[in-house]
C-alpha cells in the first residue's frame, strides 16, 4: 500500500506541475524529471517505484514518439541522415505538441523507458537520458559543476535554425528537453494502466 501512496503522490506532483508549466513556468519541467526518476528509474543504490511494486514487466505506457521507429528504418538504423526534432514550432514560438500527437503504441515499461525519442547528428537520445539530465544533473534533485556532453546539449538543444514569418528566432530551442519532459509527461498521464495502478490504494 506504502509504495502505491508514493505513486499517487508522484503523479500529483507531475499534474501539479504540468500545469504550471502550461501556464508559462518552463522550469517546472525539472521537478517533473524528478517524480519520473523516482517512479522508473533503478540504481544499484535506489529502486524504482514500479520496481518497488513489481509491475515492470506487466504495465504498458503510452508513446507519442514512436515516428522514431519509422525513421530509423527508413535510415537504415543510420540516423547520420535524419533528425528527429520532436517539438511543434508556431507563429507564437515553440509549443509542446502533448494531444496532438496521436498515441502510437503501447510499450513496456524498459522498451518505453529506453525509446529514442531524439535523434542528431548520429546522436540517440532516449526519455531516461533526457530525464536522468535534468535530474540529476541540471538542477532538479542535483547542480552538477560539470555537466556531460548530453546535458550541454539538452540545454542548447537542436543545432538547427528557426525562422517564423521569415524572421529568424534566436534561442528557439534552448533547453529542449523541457519540452520533450513535457511531452512525456502528457504520455504518462495518458497511461491507464500506471493511473489505474495508483488509483487502487
Known sequence: MEFKEH???????IKKSCDSFDAGESDEALRIAVSLRVIFHDTISSTSLLTHLAV???IKLASTFSFAETLTELSGGNFQAVAIYPIMMTSEGRKVPLK?????????VEEWWNEIIWAEDGENYSRKDVVLSAA?????AHVD?????KTLKFRKGPSVSIKINGKP???????HHYALIRQISYEIQSSTDLISLAENT
Open 100 to 108: 496532438e500527437w496521436e498515441i502510437g503504441s503501447w510499450n513496456g
Open 145 to 149: 559543476a560539470n555537466p556531460s556532453y
Open 56 to 58: 515492470k514487466d506487466s
Open 136 to 140: 540529476n544533473q541540471d538542477g532538479g
Open 169 to 175: 528566432v534566436p534561442n528557439a530551442l534552448d533547453n
Open 7 to 13: 505513486l499517487s503522490r508522484h503523479l500529483r506532483f
